[in-house]
């Protein structure tokens, strides 16, 4: 079994976990702490394999509960946040996982999976997909953990939320990634980056064009049974016969 503690000092957002929890048959909840102090009680008596940990709370927040815990001896962690200005310090713990809020069954579901991964278990009825902490592509130049994207570019290093991507292309040896707030190269092959994505967010309409479906405003049927899509910034793409098939699976005709 594993032996799980939930960290959070919203009422509902507890209750939520724990109505979740209980459909996994091979976690036992040991405890629940509303605040930062009596989480590190709780876990120094406890010792839970794995913490479900908000970031904002009252006494510690999450940030300083895992200092005081230090590196050796501290279970896996989730990250639970409503903020997604938090993740950067997730990767740095090596958190397994990092659950941006309001998230869903699903999602939670691979969260668990990518524990079981961890931790050298399996879950019988759980996805197969998904990565376990992250998962890097043979450049290494984007790894994913949770839902966020560690991205190389030249020297530096962006941490992306894969909700502010609005469309990636293939650009030579690049792939030029376009999210709300900026535009940028990444030295990647497209193909390797499907993987990372997040399939019912993101659809593949060409061999060279990556839409996130959240973010087009409108589609029409274009030309020999293809598609024209057109971007919330305006931006324009047209879909190719090689992938007009999972274009119709995914979106239905126009």
């Known amino acids: 079994m594993i032996r799980t503690l939930i960290v959070e000092d919203e009422p509902h957002a507890r209750d939520k976990l724990r109505e979740l929890l209980q459909g996994e048959p091979d976690l036992q909840l040991v405890g629940e702490c509303g605040d930062g102090l009596e989480a590190l009680r709780a876990i120094g008596s406890l010792q839970p394999d794995l913490v479900f940990l908000d970031i904002q709370m009252p006494g510690l927040n999450g940030i300083e509960l895992v200092e005081s815990l230090g590196r ?6 989730v990250v639970t946040t409503a903020y997604s200005d938090h993740a950067v310090w ?6 397994v996982d990092y659950l941006l809020k309001p998230y869903d069954k699903p999602r939670f579901r691979l969260a668990l999976q990518r524990v079981r991964t961890a931790m050298g278990r399996s879950g019988a009825d759980e996805p ?17 953990r949770g839902d966020m994207l560690k991205m190389k570019v030249g020297s530096r290093i962006k941490f992306i939320s894969m909700g502010k991507i609005r469309y990636i292309q293939a650009d030579g040896d690049y792939i030029r990634v376009n999210t709300v707030d900026e535009e940028f190269l990444v030295r990647e092959r497209i193909k390797d980056v499907v993987s990372q994505l997040d399939e019912d967010s993101f659809l593949r309409v060409h ?18 049974g293809d598609y024209e899509f057109t971007m919330r910034d305006e931006a324009v793409f047209h879909s190719s016969a090689s992938y007009r098939a999972q274009v119709r699976a995914v979106l239905g005709p126009a």
């Open 72 to 77: 050796t001896g501290t279970p896996h962690i």
């Open 90 to 95: 997730a990767f740095e713990i090596e958190a």
């Open 128 to 144: 197969k997909a998904g990565p376990q902490q992250s998962v890097p592509t043979p450049s290494g130049a984007v790894e994913r």
């Open 207 to 224: 061999r060279s064009v990556l839409l996130n479906i959240d973010y087009i405003r409108e589609m029409k049927p274009w030309q020999h």
